[in-house]
Nanobody, 114 residues
Framework: QVQLVESGGGPVQAGGSLRLSCAAS????????MGWFRQVPGKERELVAR???????YYEHSVQGRFTISRDNTNNALYLQMNNLKPEDTAVYYC????????WGQGIQVTVSS
């Protein structure tokens, strides 16, 4: 059973920073590709950033240069450092693990005010 718990969201002003964390209760965490997705009402969930088990990283174009994804395989944790936040980054952010199937956290709200 895989459990993912996000933390670190909340309100922030434009230009500010937040660091999201995802605590993963899973065996062999290092074998999972991990990612952050986000969703706003009325739109599909979209990939923000992904890090493979080997450490390869992908960023969605709009967050390149502002967001940094990282993982701590020793502590079964995933992070998303978000800098220079913009109002359009407002969304519910989800932690994702890819194993035999996709696993999801419960989501955490990030609200960026102008």
């Amino acid at each position: 059973q895989v459990q993912l718990v996000e933390s670190g969201g909340g309100p922030v002003q434009a230009g500010g920073s937040l660091r999201l964390s995802c605590a993963a209760s899973v065996r062999s965490f290092s074998n999972y590709a991990m990612g952050w997705f986000r969703q706003v009402p009325g739109k599909e969930r979209e990939l923000v950033a992904r890090i493979s088990s080997a450490g390869s990283i992908y960023y969605e174009h709009s967050v390149q240069g502002r967001f940094t994804i990282s993982r701590d395989n020793t502590n079964n944790a995933l992070y998303l450092q978000m800098n220079n936040l913009k109002p359009e980054d407002t969304a519910v952010y989800y932690c994702n693990a890819v194993g035999r199937r996709d696993y999801w956290g419960q989501g955490i709200q990030v609200t960026v005010s102008s």
